[in-house]
């Protein structure tokens, strides 16, 4: 079985710039979570999607982010326009438990490293 | 608010040296807790877990014990393996997870 797969691997952009990042979940997964961390500290909670429906954004930054997850597959994270702290790792995990089970177990993908220079 | 603290490295031992690494939380309720492991070039994997007060997980040697009196959940190896080198993450899970800061490990041998 396929995991969780993101693309790019590694992306370098100007300030001011737009990325666009992708993440494939685990097939028949319906939760979708994007994370991200900084340099040195911790993986934070971005947001959650129960397919197509964002259940949870409260970690969103701010409006330069837009997430999205048409037809409930695939989710696309974008910033527009780039800013020198949003460079990081961005994770995509995904999980076909009930959300909010406390022992929901969510697989991760490799990350994205963004470096907004 | 939710939290979790771990040690920070980065942290460097011999091959078969004994492994702790430290974890505290804070949390509302009694959350789930989990240690993750991202090995080079790799995502984040689930090492093990425990879903309530006392509970051992363990997993490829890895041992950690859910203590409700300490809000710990420290994460410990008898014996490392140069394969063990990784950035280790602990984790509780309420009504969404909180990670700490991550702690690198280097094992030489």
């Known amino acids: 079985e396929a995991g969780v797969t993101q693309f790019p691997s590694h992306s370098v952009i100007e300030k001011g710039q737009t990325v666009t990042l992708r993440c494939d979940p685990i097939s028949g997964h319906d939760n979708l979570y994007w994370y991200r961390r900084v340099m040195g500290k911790e993986i934070k909670f971005l947001l959650h999607?129960?397919?197509?429906?964002?259940?949870?954004e409260s970690g969103m930054p701010n409006n330069r982010f837009l997430a999205e997850r048409t037809g409930g597959t695939y989710s696309t994270l974008k910033v527009q326009p780039a800013e020198l702290e949003d460079s990081g790792v961005y994770f995509c995990?995904?999980?076909?438990?009930?959300?909010?089970?406390?022992?929901?177990?969510?697989?991760f993908g490799p990350g994205t490293r963004l470096l907004v220079l | 608010g939710d939290s979790v603290t771990q040690m920070e490295g980065p942290v460097t031992l011999s091959e078969e040296a004994f492994l702790t690494i430290n974890c505290t939380y804070t949390a509302t309720g009694y959350p789930s807790l989990f240690w993750y492991v991202q090995y080079p070039g790799e995502g984040l994997q689930l090492l093990l877990k425990a879903t309530k007060a006392d509970d051992k997980g363990s997993n490829k040697g890895f041992e950690a014990t859910y203590r409700k009196e300490t809000t710990s959940f420290h994460l410990e190896k008898g014996s490392v393996q140069v394969s063990d080198s990784a950035v280790y993450f602990c984790a509780h899970h309420g009504n969404q997870f909180y990670f700490g800061t991550g702690t690198s490990l280097t094992v030489i041998p």
């Open positions: 995990a995904s999980s076909q438990d009930r959300p909010g089970l406390r022992r929901e177990t969510q697989y």
């Open positions: 999607f129960v397919k197509e429906s964002k259940q949870d």
